[in-house]
């Protein structure tokens, strides 16, 4: 009685043990998963952040009249200010457009043609949704019609190029995730099955003596859950760390990532570790409560 009871226990202690290490085998390769997954969420939401980032960075130049006044000029600028076309407005003055081609070109232009040739402007940076072809018609026109403004100076095909590319990566980022959702559902699924496989028997049993399939589901699901919980918390230090270094890399990267797309990514993270374990647990258990015993053994 003691030799079985010891053989028993060794065997108890085993099973435990492989149970063990299949939870850890689960977490390890949800988190993986769940970092390429969150580096992807992530992407998206810097490309998007990227796209306004350059958008707002193509100018317009208002070339100024000589003969605009001091008063008129601070009219103009106060009315430019409010449009929502604009992003922000600099005023640049002869004197330092002047100064600025001295320090790029190393010469003064003044010297050659004996005054200043350099005309005073605004540099406007667009809103997101005003940097296109036909926005900036419409802009053009409404600042052409300021009074004493000479010319109106932007790269339109620098411009269609800079839409026409970020429309195709932010094309390209979409199917990726899509494909890389798919393809996280079929890894886990596939871990969280070899999972529930070991203990198909145990599964056999409860259902023959009586329990119903939501009590028999319940433990699975309960532990499936937890290790979606510690996996998407693990991924999020992961993705926490990457980032960091990506701040101390690249300081000025500050400027397209923000505390909203962190917080997103973080809690898309935990949704995604929390649903797709849950998920693929249920289904699981599912497939091996409606087989018979000889089906368990056979597969």
């Not at 790269?155 to 995730?177: C, G, H, P």
């Not at 397209?256 to 998920?279: D, K």
């Amino acid at each position: 009685m003691y030799y079985i009871q010891e053989v028993m226990g060794k065997k108890s202690k085993t099973t435990g043990s492989r149970h063990g290490l299949q939870v850890v085998t689960l977490c390890i390769s949800t988190t993986m998963v769940l970092v390429l997954l969150g580096m992807v969420v992530f992407t998206v939401l810097i490309a998007r952040n990227l796209s306004s980032y350059v958008r707002e960075n193509l100018t317009v130049t208002v070339v100024l009249g000589d003969n605009m006044t001091q008063q008129e000029r601070g009219a103009a600028y106060n009315r430019l200010k409010v449009r929502p076309y604009v992003h922000h407005i600099t005023y640049i003055s002869k004197e330092q457009a002047r100064k600025e081609n001295m320090e790029e070109m190393g010469t003064d232009a003044e010297d050659f043609v004996g005054f200043n040739p350099f005309p005073a402007t605004f540099e406007i940076q667009l809103a997101d949704l005003y940097a296109n072809a036909d926005s900036i018609r419409q802009v053009k026109k409404e600042l052409l019609a300021i009074p004493k403004v000479a010319e109106i100076h932007y790269e339109e095909d620098l411009m269609d190029k800079v839409n026409t590319n970020l429309s195709k990566i932010s094309l390209i980022l979409l199917v990726l995730a899509v494909l890389l959702t798919f393809v996280s559902f079929s890894l886990i699924s596939n871990s969280v099955r070899l999972s529930v496989y070991s203990r198909r028997f145990l599964i056999h049993t409860m259902k023959l003596v009586g329990a119903s399939w939501s009590f028999i589901r319940r433990p699975f699901l309960r532990r499936a859950v937890g290790v979606g919980v510690v996996a998407a918390l693990l991924a999020i230090a992961v993705l926490g760390a990457c980032i960091y270094g990506l701040y101390m890399f690249e300081p000025g990267i500050e400027a397209i990532i923000g505390w909203e797309e962190l917080t997103i990514t973080g809690v898309a993270v935990l949704l995604f570790g929390i649903i797709i374990t849950a998920m693929c647990a249920y289904l699981a258990v599912n497939r091996f409560l409606k087989m018979t015993a000889g089906e368990l053994y056979r597969i």
